[in-house]
């Protein structure tokens, strides 16, 4: 990638492959800044910065010919642009897109690991980073849509990439990299992929008929692996290894609830008013919006928001249907009214599931009022929920360090807070 910028400001005229793959950069800095950053950096308002690089990247991937080129610069251009997307774009547009992508990668090949063919080790650890990206682009895109992935284990054979660093690899390699331990920049990709693949697709190991038991057993055990290889030897204060120590811990919790969720009928009345998972759910949900909003992690907020709590979220709003009125109660509305407020801010995303959404926050905020004896004429709207308040600044930067806060969440091997 620094070739093809030194190239470009050097006035060398790139290739059509190569110059979609910088438009496509150029996009993933604008949709990470913040909007009052913009004008000063590129004098131009936020929106117009990224209509702008959208339409670079749409007319560069048609001059690159995506569906047809053998190039692989363009797939990688594509994949990029369509995981920013998704954060502030049209969710089922996206969706919609990734099976195109899905295709030309198989076309190019990409799903087949390079080792099988003899191919250089620098073309094959390329190559494992762009399928595995492409699987969590399919992962994130299908959870906006309430479906299936359309990836499935049987599909490939790419191994996952090495844990290694950009400034590692390179046209020099001889032999595959040597994985590194601890935080490197492929860290989060690895992590999240090996979640994906052991709970995501579960007809892996047998999964999908374990006990409810045997399931949270599971994810604890997976859990407990991925603090071991890889958490264990993070620098939390370190931002960025705490931000992404907390996004993977995040996703194991989610997990963990899901095994609850998923429990078949007649499992279903041990958990609908178990306290644990209710608290859990609760917190998740509190620790993924203080993470989006607080300042320590502003830098990576878009990255955050791109991991969305719906089915929790959905999973709260049933149980405070059902639960009488009270302190934990009180709170566990805040919190959801916070997070949806959160949501409404982006009108242009999620309106597949936040239909269904709706309608349950109205439901519940009508049980809620009927059981204080009060009536309610609500709008759920962000400006309408802009007061709601967990009873702490967000502001805050102390919250990193109130380990009491979370305690529901400690099921996991270590504490990181």
């Given amino acids: 990638m620094a070739r093809i910028v030194q190239d470009a400001c050097a006035g060398i005229e790139l290739t059509p492959s190569n110059e979609v793959l910088l438009f496509s950069v150029c996009y993933a800095a604008v949709a990470s800044m913040k909007a009052h950053s913009c004008p000063w950096i590129l004098d131009s308002d936020h929106d117009t910065a990224i209509q702008d690089c959208k339409q670079a990247v749409s007319h560069g991937l048609r001059r690159a010919n995506f569906i047809k080129s053998q190039s692989l610069p363009a797939l990688q251009a594509a994949v990029l642009f369509l995981l920013c997307h998704r954060v502030g774009g049209d969710t089922r547009l996206v969706w919609a897109e990734t099976a195109v992508v899905i295709r030309v990668a198989q076309a190019h090949g990409v799903h087949r690991d390079g080792q099988n063919f003899a191919l250089p080790p620098f073309e094959t650890e390329m190559r494992r980073r762009l399928w595995w990206h492409i699987c969590l682009l399919d992962m994130l895109s299908s959870g906006d849509q309430g479906v299936d992935t359309q990836i499935r284990p049987e599909m490939f054979d790419t191994r996952f990439p090495s844990n290694v660093d950009d400034d590692d690899i390179g046209l020099h390699l001889t032999d595959q990299p040597s994985p590194k331990t601890g935080f490197t920049t492929t860290t989060i990709c690895i992590m999240n992929c090996q979640v994906m693949k052991e709970i995501l697709w579960p007809c892996q190991g047998g999964y999908s008929d374990m006990s409810t038991q045997d399931r949270e057993?599971?994810?604890?055990?997976?859990?407990?692996?991925?603090?071991?290889?890889?958490?264990?030897?993070?620098?939390?204060?370190?931002?960025i290894h705490w931000t992404?120590?907390?996004?993977?811990?995040?996703?194991?919790?989610?997990?963990?609830?899901?095994?609850?969720?998923?429990?078949?009928?007649?499992?279903?009345?041990?958990?609908?008013?178990?306290?644990?998972?209710?608290?859990?759910?609760i917190e998740l949900v509190q620790f993924s919006y203080l993470l989006q909003t607080n300042e320590g992690t502003s830098q990576w907020s878009w990255l955050c928001k791109s991991y969305k709590e719906w089915h929790v979220v959905a999973f709260i709003l049933s149980e405070l249907c059902l639960r009488p009125l009270s302190p934990e109660t009180d709170h566990a509305w805040d919190v959801v009214?916070?997070?949806?407020?959160?949501?409404?801010?982006?009108?242009?995303?999620?309106?597949?599931?936040?239909?269904?959404?709706?309608?349950?926050?109205?439901?519940?905020?009508?049980?809620?009022?009927?059981?204080?004896?009060?009536?309610?004429?609500?709008?759920?709207?962000?400006?309408?929920?802009?007061?709601?308040?967990?009873g702490m600044d967000d502001g805050d930067s102390n919250w990193l360090e109130v380990p009491e806060l979370f305690s529901g969440l400690d099921w996991l091997a270590g504490s990181l807070f």
């Fill in 244 to 281: 992404v120590a907390t996004i993977v811990r995040l996703q194991l919790s989610k997990a963990w609830l899901a095994t609850h969720f998923q429990s078949r009928d007649l499992d279903v009345k041990v958990f609908r008013h178990d306290d644990r998972v209710f608290e859990v759910a």
């Fill in 337 to 390: 009214t916070k997070m949806y407020g959160l949501w409404q801010q982006d009108m242009r995303t999620d309106a597949l599931l936040r239909r269904p959404l709706d309608r349950l926050m109205a439901r519940t905020a009508s049980l809620r009022a009927a059981r204080q004896g009060r009536n309610i004429q609500t709008s759920y709207s962000g400006e309408a929920l802009s007061g709601a308040s967990f």
């Fill in 217 to 239: 057993d599971f994810v604890t055990v997976l859990g407990k692996s991925i603090h071991a290889q890889y958490i264990d030897h993070f620098n939390l204060d370190i931002p």
